[in-house]
Protein backbone atom coordinates (compact mmCIF):
# COMPACT_ATOMS: atom_id res chain seq x y z
CA UNK A 1 0.00 0.00 0.00
CA UNK A 2 0.87 3.49 -1.04
CA UNK A 3 -0.35 6.37 0.66
CA UNK A 4 -0.63 10.26 0.24
CA UNK A 5 -1.82 13.25 3.12
CA UNK A 6 -3.19 16.20 1.94
CA UNK A 7 -5.23 18.80 3.72
CA UNK A 8 -3.20 20.51 5.88
CA UNK A 9 -2.83 24.29 6.09
CA UNK A 10 -2.90 27.35 7.87
CA UNK A 11 -5.89 27.83 10.48
CA UNK A 12 -6.12 30.51 13.53
CA UNK A 13 -6.60 28.93 16.84
CA UNK A 14 -10.10 27.66 17.50
CA UNK A 15 -10.81 26.41 13.86
CA UNK A 16 -10.88 23.04 12.31
CA UNK A 17 -9.25 21.29 9.53
CA UNK A 18 -9.56 17.87 8.27
CA UNK A 19 -6.61 15.70 6.80
CA UNK A 20 -7.01 13.10 4.31
CA UNK A 21 -5.19 9.94 3.47
CA UNK A 22 -5.85 8.29 0.33
CA UNK A 23 -4.15 4.81 -0.28
CA UNK A 24 -3.25 2.89 -3.40
CA UNK A 25 -3.36 -0.69 -3.11
CA UNK A 26 -6.42 -3.44 -3.41
CA UNK A 27 -5.47 -4.35 0.29
CA UNK A 28 -6.44 -1.03 2.09
CA UNK A 29 -9.12 -3.18 4.46
CA UNK A 30 -6.10 -5.08 5.76
CA UNK A 31 -4.39 -2.49 7.61
CA UNK A 32 -4.95 0.04 10.40
CA UNK A 33 -4.09 3.54 9.90
CA UNK A 34 -2.18 5.84 11.98
CA UNK A 35 -1.98 9.74 11.77
CA UNK A 36 1.41 10.75 13.64
CA UNK A 37 2.64 14.44 13.79
CA UNK A 38 6.04 15.64 14.32
CA UNK A 39 7.56 19.19 14.38
CA UNK A 40 11.49 20.09 14.35
CA UNK A 41 13.42 18.90 16.65
CA UNK A 42 10.87 16.30 18.32
CA UNK A 43 9.76 12.39 18.18
CA UNK A 44 6.96 12.02 16.16
CA UNK A 45 4.29 11.42 18.05
CA UNK A 46 0.65 9.20 17.98
CA UNK A 47 -2.75 11.50 16.98
CA UNK A 48 -5.09 8.86 16.19
CA UNK A 49 -6.08 5.49 14.64
CA UNK A 50 -8.37 3.40 13.44
CA UNK A 51 -8.87 -0.38 12.83
CA UNK A 52 -9.43 -2.35 9.31
CA UNK A 53 -13.01 -2.22 9.64
CA UNK A 54 -13.31 1.01 11.46
CA UNK A 55 -14.36 -0.69 14.50
CA UNK A 56 -11.77 0.51 17.02
CA UNK A 57 -10.07 4.18 17.12
CA UNK A 58 -7.45 5.37 19.47
CA UNK A 59 -6.51 9.16 20.27
CA UNK A 60 -3.80 10.33 22.11
CA UNK A 61 -5.04 12.51 25.52
CA UNK A 62 -4.65 16.03 24.27
CA UNK A 63 -7.29 15.55 20.98
CA UNK A 64 -9.57 13.33 22.48
CA UNK A 65 -12.76 15.71 22.53
CA UNK A 66 -11.89 17.53 19.30
CA UNK A 67 -10.76 15.02 16.86
CA UNK A 68 -12.26 12.48 15.31
CA UNK A 69 -11.02 9.84 12.57
CA UNK A 70 -12.68 7.62 10.09
CA UNK A 71 -12.30 5.77 6.69
CA UNK A 72 -14.07 4.53 3.89
CA UNK A 73 -12.67 1.52 2.40
CA UNK A 74 -14.51 1.77 -0.70
CA UNK A 75 -12.78 5.05 -1.71
CA UNK A 76 -9.37 4.18 0.26
CA UNK A 77 -9.52 6.88 2.25
CA UNK A 78 -9.04 7.81 6.06
CA UNK A 79 -9.88 11.05 7.40
CA UNK A 80 -9.17 12.75 10.81
CA UNK A 81 -11.31 15.99 11.44
CA UNK A 82 -9.51 18.14 13.76
CA UNK A 83 -11.56 20.82 15.37
CA UNK A 84 -10.98 23.33 18.16
CA UNK A 85 -7.21 23.59 17.08
CA UNK A 86 -4.13 24.84 19.26
CA UNK A 87 -1.06 26.64 18.30
CA UNK A 88 0.06 23.15 20.12
CA UNK A 89 -0.93 21.52 17.41
CA UNK A 90 1.37 22.95 14.77
CA UNK A 91 3.13 20.19 13.21
CA UNK A 92 3.58 17.68 9.89
CA UNK A 93 1.22 15.12 9.63
CA UNK A 94 1.70 11.67 8.41
CA UNK A 95 -0.56 9.15 7.86
CA UNK A 96 0.67 5.76 7.93
CA UNK A 97 -0.26 2.07 7.73
CA UNK A 98 0.05 -1.11 10.27
CA UNK A 99 -0.75 -4.46 9.66
CA UNK A 100 -2.36 -4.89 13.13
CA UNK A 101 -6.06 -4.72 12.09
CA UNK A 102 -7.58 -2.90 15.78
CA UNK A 103 -6.29 0.79 15.82
CA UNK A 104 -2.87 1.15 17.65
CA UNK A 105 -0.86 4.00 18.69
CA UNK A 106 2.37 2.29 18.54
CA UNK A 107 5.07 4.09 16.08
CA UNK A 108 6.95 0.31 15.69
CA UNK A 109 3.64 -1.09 14.22
CA UNK A 110 3.57 1.04 11.10
CA UNK A 111 5.49 -0.07 8.19
CA UNK A 112 4.28 2.18 5.53
CA UNK A 113 4.55 5.93 5.90
CA UNK A 114 2.83 8.76 3.75
CA UNK A 115 4.64 12.29 2.94
CA UNK A 116 3.38 14.79 5.63
CA UNK A 117 0.93 17.54 5.49
CA UNK A 118 1.89 20.82 7.11
CA UNK A 119 -0.80 21.84 9.98
CA UNK A 120 -0.50 25.23 11.36
CA UNK A 121 -2.28 26.92 13.45
CA UNK A 122 -1.72 30.42 14.51
CA UNK A 123 -2.66 32.18 17.83
Known amino acids: VQLQAFGGGLVQAGGSLRLSCAASGRTFNTYSIGWFRQVPGKEREFVAA????????DFRDSVKGRFTISRDNAKNMVYLQMKRLKPEDTALYYC?????????????????WGQGTQVTVSS
Open 50 to 57: IGWDGGTT
Open 96 to 112: AASRWLAATGRLQNYHT
